[in-house]
């Protein structure tokens, strides 16, 4: 093999292993907002505090983990409330909300203001700190 060749799949393996390492961090990447970015009442779950809404699509493995994190959760803490949509029934909210990979879970108050999101699948702890977080905000707010 010359080394043109070798240089080229070098290359390949470097900007493939950049671009996972990327995508790797990315994933479960938890953002609070100060400013909530958009308001719309029907994303809220009518009488929670905070919602997590979970924007899901049929293929999404991570999607089955971010189930199970935010249910758990949901059934710990009072005032928490959760649900999820199907972003391939609603490519609107998916557009509206610029969700470009699944799961986005976003973190909407009663008023259904988002207040922030996660993007991938998360930890407990980071989601349990993301609302956390949110509640400190709207009591601040208060």
């Known amino acids: 093999m010359d080394s043109p060749a070798l240089l080229a799949i070098a290359a390949l393996v470097l900007g493939a292993t950049a671009i996972g390492l990327v995508v790797r961090a ?5 953002v609070v907002a100060a ?11 009518p009488g929670a505090e905070v919602t997590l809404l979970q924007l899901s699509s049929p293929v999404c493995s991570a999607c089955a983990v971010m189930r199970r994190v935010t249910q758990e959760l949901v059934a710990d803490e ?3 409330a959760r649900r999820e949509l199907d972003v ?6 998916a ?3 610029n969700v470009l990979s699944t799961p986005t879970t ?7 203001a988002v207040r922030g999101r996660i993007v991938g699948a998360a930890r407990p702890e980071a989601v349990r700190d993301a609302v956390r977080s949110v509640r400190e905000q709207l009591g601040a707010a208060a």
Do not use: I, K
């Open 26 to 30: 990315r994933s479960g990447r938890v």
């Open 35 to 45: 400013d909530p970015s958009s308001t719309d009442a029907r994303l809220a779950v």
């Open 78 to 80: 009072p005032g928490l």
């Open 88 to 93: 391939t029934e609603h490519p609107e909210l």
């Open 95 to 97: 557009s509206a909300h």
């Open 106 to 112: 976003l973190l909407v108050d009663a008023t259904g």
